[in-house]
């Protein structure tokens, strides 16, 4: 089975630009997250999907930020424009749907994305 | 609001133990995890406890909790150079249910051989 899948790997813009980083979660998870982690810093999440609709996104910075899930699969979260705090590796993560007791929602996260603004 | 903390560099020979600790400050924290991250790759899922249990062991990985110190450490027995990775306390709170985790800065751990 696939993981998590992120594209890009890496990717490095100029200040004022705009990026596009895309997230395949694993088949069938509804729950799919962003997360980004700052140099140095903790990993801070961003946005929680389930299937197409926001459930949380109050960890979204500003409005540069803009995440869509258009079909409830993959997601995709826009920068622009791009600023140089905007610099990290940004996660995403799949999780199932449905509460079994005792689960621990595993959150399942691909490679990441590496964004450098300069 | 919510907070996780972790020292940021541990350094251990090869065979000795490792101790990674992290402190949180939701007291309503249900799940508690450890991931790993290895060079250019994902989070892995090492290990989790529930907050009701004190102590969970899996191989060569002990997590001890702590509820009243909030306190959360992982043990690796025996560490190999493989170990070599950074490692991620979590955490998620009860009012979060299948929702966001709450991550420390991550503890780089380097295995000397």
């Known amino acids: 089975e696939a993981g998590v899948t992120q594209f890009p790997s890496h990717s490095v813009i100029e200040k004022g630009q705009t990026v596009t980083l895309r997230c395949d979660p694993i088949?069938?998870?509804?729950?799919l997250y962003w997360y980004r982690r700052v140099m140095g810093k903790e990993i801070k999440f961003l946005l929680h999907?389930?299937?197409?609709?926001?459930?949380?996104e109050s960890g979204m910075p500003n409005n540069r930020f803009l995440a869509e899930r258009t079909g409830g699969t993959y997601s995709t979260l826009k920068v622009q424009p791009a600023e140089l705090e905007d610099s990290g590796v940004y996660f995403c993560?799949?999780?199932?749907?449905?509460?079994?007791?005792?689960?621990?929602?595993?959150?399942?996260f691909g490679p990441g994305t590496r964004l450098t603004v300069t | 609001g919510e907070d996780v903390e972790q020292s940021l560099f541990l350094s251990v020979r090869e065979g000795d133990s490792s101790v990674i600790n992290c402190t949180y400050t939701?007291?309503?924290?249900?799940?508690l995890y450890w991931y790993k991250q290895e060079p250019g790759a994902g989070l892995q899922l090492l290990t989790y406890i529930f907050s009701n249990m004190d102590m969970k062991q899996d191989q060569r990985l002990t997590v001890l909790l702590n509820k009243k110190d909030k306190h959360l450490s992982l043990r690796i027995a025996d560490t190999q150079t493989g170990d070599s990775a950074i490692y991620f306390c979590a955490e998620k709170g009860q009012y979060n249910q299948g929702g966001k985790l709450i991550f420390g800065q991550g503890t780089e751990l380097s295995v000397k051989p």
């Open positions: 999907f389930v299937k197409e609709s926001k459930q949380d």
């Open positions: 088949s069938g998870h509804d729950n």
């Open positions: 939701d007291s309503s924290s249900t799940y």
């Open positions: 993560a799949s999780s199932q749907e449905g509460r079994t007791s005792g689960s621990s929602y595993e959150q399942y």
